[in-house]
């Protein structure tokens, strides 16, 4: 566990003391795909952190519909943190794990003890949260601001591998678009050599005026 948690940035900072009280407060555990870290609204006394693989973060509305949020990758956090006056950590969305993954689980209340009331991790605590919170501002232009072309665009620009890891049919659905929508937008985008396709994986061509795309709708 040493060897794992001195690979990881998060813990970048801390010396062998330091890490070995880590250690003391923390356990590895290996979880399949599919397998659901935590559901809405429920609350926890372990702090999660991604290993390695992949997580989705996701909620269901009143139509029993999967609303996408975005993806989690290793080496960042999986538990949302909205205040730190309280023992336990309750979680604002469905974590699922989409590939097989190694998730260091904390003891929460000791974790707080030993280093946040020290002043040890809280940058990096912090910097966890902020990444949180673009994401879901993102969401948030992606839903209520941006037209199908802007969706797109934007998350080529973030996230091209995850765009060429899945089948066009998941990207719609997480998008909101229809997969022809997706198919006609990504044609366009080839048309005005902004991309090229190859067998099937997406190849940016000119990343600023794929960032103008939807830039411009932010900032109408």
Do not use: W
């Amino acid at each position: 566990m040493k060897n794992i948690i001195r690979s990881l940035s998060f813990f970048s900072t801390l010396n062998e003391e330091e890490i070995d009280i880590l250690i003391s407060i923390s356990s590895l555990q290996q979880y399949k795909n599919e397998y659901i870290l935590h559901y809405e609204n429920s609350q926890s006394d372990r702090l999660l952190f991604l290993v390695d693989g992949l997580a989705k973060a996701s909620k269901i509305d009143k139509h029993d519909n999967e609303i996408f949020l975005f993806y989690v990758y290793k080496n960042h956090l999986l538990s949302e943190v909205s205040t730190l006056k309280d023992d336990y950590l309750t979680s604002y969305s469905n974590m699922t794990l989409v590939e097989d993954s190694q998730v260091l689980s904390i003891d929460y209340q000791a974790f707080k003890r030993h280093f946040l009331d020290n002043g040890l991790l809280c940058l990096e605590l912090t910097n966890e949260v902020i990444h949180q919170s673009k994401q879901l501002q993102n969401l948030v232009s992606r839903e209520f601001v941006f037209n199908s072309v802007a969706k797109v665009s934007m998350m080529l620009c973030s996230d091209i591998d995850m765009f060429n890891r899945l089948k066009r049919y998941d990207i719609s659905l997480m998008l909101h678009i229809q997969p022809a929508t997706l198919s006609r937008v990504l044609n366009r985008l080839k048309r005005d050599a902004i991309i090229d396709i190859d067998h099937g994986k997406v190849i940016i061509l000119n990343s600023k005026r794929l960032e103008n795309i939807y830039k411009e709708q932010e900032d109408a």
